[in-house]
Every structure is written in structure tokens, then in C-alpha cells.
């Protein structure tokens, strides 16, 4: 990805009318008073106006331009995550003099960064002080709904660079990894670099964790693990979900079947949920080797990562390791299977963009209901149900055909 010439960039703003003033010539940064607007009806006094205005209202070139311009937004929440920003103003509104002296930050960049995050509404102004909003909050380390390690896995180099190459991918129907030489390619090298990245692997496996802790009571609740003695979570990273089956089934053993660098994440989540006398990490690659013996086998987001020839190796792996009555649970969110079921629209904007995202990153895509269906029959298995979650996902239960 080639470097932006920040000295060809001048001040311009997209609103006619816009001011990017600020203190200049003394050297020394002067704290700044963000503006409070009029609040619109029905919004708190102090929250941000500047995305209240109906699209649709918009000219065409308007909102194409504010398209183009959102690159900056995801780049300005990597920065706050990055940073810890939220850490910092977890326990109360500071100045932003204060947040840069924490941070160890340049204090004019920090405050101008601050500046943007008020625009997003992560943050909130009050005078001179800055607070976190409820939003903002989601990017604490410690919070319950954290997404600090999503957004520094999105707007980290690694996922960043790939989207920069989404032109070529559509050009050569190949991931980023392989679009310029599919001959060098291993078909796994987002995963590949994990092992050669301790802190890169850590982010990664923290930002699953996030997003599975969420929705994983509700894929608890919708399967019955009734007679089931041991389950084991195959690319379950760190074990979010296995953590939550075993707090959910006292009587349960589990393991984590993954890559060695999900182990110490995975071992210290077993103590810190209180079920590690329970639950296990057995390191292995589900495309060579058979994950351990099993009552139930899990898939939570792993057959969407993969195109129909790898995720038939991982299935046939789990086939493999399948005896007796032993069960498959395939979680994932199907896509609509055409444009009149749709309706959703957090659902096709999230699996829209999701599939996307799997073509860039690891080969991968979203499927329907019907080609997760086609995929598990072709790799030997009976779908015998399909549950719904109260999220996105569902659960394709299947034994061997």
C-alpha cells in the first residue's frame, strides 16, 4: 500500500461553511473548547448533529463523497483503540491535555484526535472535558461489550492492506494474499502469519472473543447437549464459546482444538470463567489432522473463512473424528438466499460486507442456508435441524449420512 503525501493534503471540508482553524505559531498547544450545537428535538443537548441529516436528502455526489471519505473513520477508531484511549477515560471526563499526558501522545495531534471521536459520538464534550459515551465505552479493554481488539484487528496493517487490494481480488476471484501470485500461495496465510506474529495472533483470537461473547448464551440456549459427555470447539481460538457451554453444563468436559498460538490465550479464558478443571486446549491444524474424540463437534465461523474446497478438508476432518452418535454443530449467519427475503437490513449490511471481507482476507464467503446445507451433504453428513439463535446465527446440527 503506498504511503499518502500528507504534504500534497490542505484543509479542505466536504460542508460548505466548515472551519479547520486552530492555534497556531507559539509551539505550545492550547487546549481547545469543543463547540456545543443545538441539539435537534429529541436528542440529548451536546450530541453531535453532523450525521443527523437524512441521506436521502442529500445530493447524490453528497453522499458518494461522504462514501469515500468513511476510510477515515475506522482509521480514527483504530487510533483510539490503539492508543487506549477509552482505558484512559474509563474512570471519569478529563481534559485533553490530561489524555495526551496519559497516553504519552503528542498533545495537539491528541486533541485533534479527540476532536474526532466527539464527531462520532464516541466521545462527549463538556466544556473542556471529555467523556466517554456509552459507545465509546464498547472500546474499553475491560468492557463487557468491548470491541477494542475488533477495531484494532480492522484497521490494523494486515486486514487494511488486503482491503487496499480488493480491486485486484474482483479482478482474480483470489484473496489479497494470492491475488498477484496464486502459485506462491498456501491458502492460508492469514492464519500463517499468526504464527510468526505472537501480538498479531493475540489481537486476532482477543477480537473472537468479543464478538463471540455476546451471541454465545443465546447458540447455548438453542442446542441440546443432553447425553453429551464432551464437546470440542474446532478453531474455537481462545474458547469463548466453549466457556459458555461448559458454564451452561456442569457436567461437560471440553476442548479447544486450534493453532498452538490460541494456547496460553485459551488457558488463562478457562481460569478466568472459573472452568479450567473442565476444559483443555489440544493445538492441531483442522485441515491435516482430526480434532480429539467427541460426543459434539462445534464450528463457530470457521466454514465462511474457507471456500467449498478447504471447508470440505475441515469437515471431512471432523467426519473423521465422528463415532457412534457423535454430532456436528455448524454455527454461522446464512445469507438471504435472494433479494425478496431480504428485509434485515443490520443483517445484509453486516453479511454484505462480511462476504466481502472473507474474499479479501482468506478465500472465503458468505453462504445461504441452502449451500451450507449442500456443503455439509457433500462432505458425507445429514443435516438433521437448523436452529435459530435470538442473533444472526444459526445451528446446522448434522450426524454422518
Not at 436528542?43 to 468513511?70: H, K, Y
Not at 497516553?103 to 471529555?130: I, K, M, N, S, W
Amino acid at each position: 500500500m503506498q504511503k499518502t503525501n500528507m504534504a500534497a493534503i490542505r484543509c479542505s471540508n466536504p460542508v460548505e461553511g466548515g472551519s479547520c482553524s486552530r492555534a497556531r505559531g507559539t509551539g505550545k498547544v492550547k487546549s481547545l473548547q469543543y463547540p456545543r450545537r443545538r441539539a435537534p428535538q429529541g436528542r440529548p443537548e451536546g450530541a453531535n448533529t453532523m450525521s443527523s441529516g437524512s441521506p436521502t436528502n442529500l445530493p447524490p455526489a453528497f453522499r458518494l463523497n461522504q462514501m469515500i471519505m468513511s476510510l477515515w473513520v475506522p482509521q480514527v477508531v483504530h487510533a483510539a483503540a490503539e492508543l487506549g484511549v477509552a482505558d484512559v477515560l474509563a474512570d471519569g471526563p478529563l481534559p485533553s491535555s490530561a489524555v495526551a499526558a496519559r497516553l504519552g501522545t503528542h498533545p495537539d495531534a491528541t486533541d485533534r484526535l479527540l476532536r474526532a471521536l466527539v464527531t462520532l459520538e464516541l466521545l462527549a464534550a463538556r466544556g473542556e472535558q471529555l467523556e466517554l459515551t456509552e459507545m465509546g465505552r464498547c472500546l474499553e479493554t475491560s468492557s463487557p461489550t468491548a470491541r477494542r481488539a475488533w477495531s484494532r484487528l480492522m484497521g490494523g496493517p494486515g486486514v487494511w492492506q488486503a482491503w487496499g487490494r480488493l480491486a485486484d481480488c474482483v479482478r482474480t476471484g483470489r484473496m489479497a494474499w494470492s491475488a498477484g501470485d496464486a502459485a506462491a500461495s498456501s491458502g492460508t496465510e492469514h492464519f500463517d502469519e499468526m504464527a510468526r506474529d505472537p501480538a498479531a495472533a493475540a489481537i486476532f483470537h482477543q477480537a473472537m472473543v468479543e464478538l463471540t461473547r455476546g451471541v454465545a448464551p443465546g447458540i447455548v440456549g438453542a442446542v441440546d447437549l443432553r447425553g453429551a459427555r464432551r464437546v470440542v470447539d474446532v478453531g474455537g481460538g481462545y474458547g469463548a464459546l466453549l466457556c459458555a457451554i461448559l458454564e451452561a453444563h456442569a457436567g461437560v468436559e471440553g476442548v479447544v482444538f486450534d493453532l498452538e498460538h490460541a494456547r496460553g490465550g485459551a488457558l488463562q479464558l478457562f481460569a478466568s470463567r472459573g472452568v479450567a478443571a473442565r476444559a483443555s486446549f489440544v493445538a492441531g491444524s483442522c485441515f491435516d489432522t482430526a480434532p480429539p474424540a467427541a460426543d459434539v463437534y462445534v464450528l463457530k465461523s470457521v466454514i465462511h473463512d474457507w471456500d467449498d474446497a478447504r471447508s470440505l478438508q475441515i469437515l471431512g476432518k471432523c467426519r473423521q473424528a465422528m463415532a457412534g452418535a457423535a454430532r456436528l454443530l455448524v454455527v454461522e449467519a446464512p445469507a438471504p438466499a435472494s433479494p425478496a427475503q431480504r428485509g434485515n437490513t443490520a443483517l445484509d449490511w453486516v453479511l454484505t460486507f462480511s462476504d466481502i471481507n472473507m474474499l479479501v482476507n482468506t478465500g472465503g464467503r458468505e453462504r445461504t442456508e441452502a449451500e451450507y446445507r449442500a456443503l455439509l451433504e457433500a462432505a458425507g453428513f445429514g443435516v438433521t435441524s437448523v436452529r435459530e439463535t435470538p442473533s444472526f446465527f444459526r445451528v446446522f446440527e448434522a450426524a454422518r449420512a
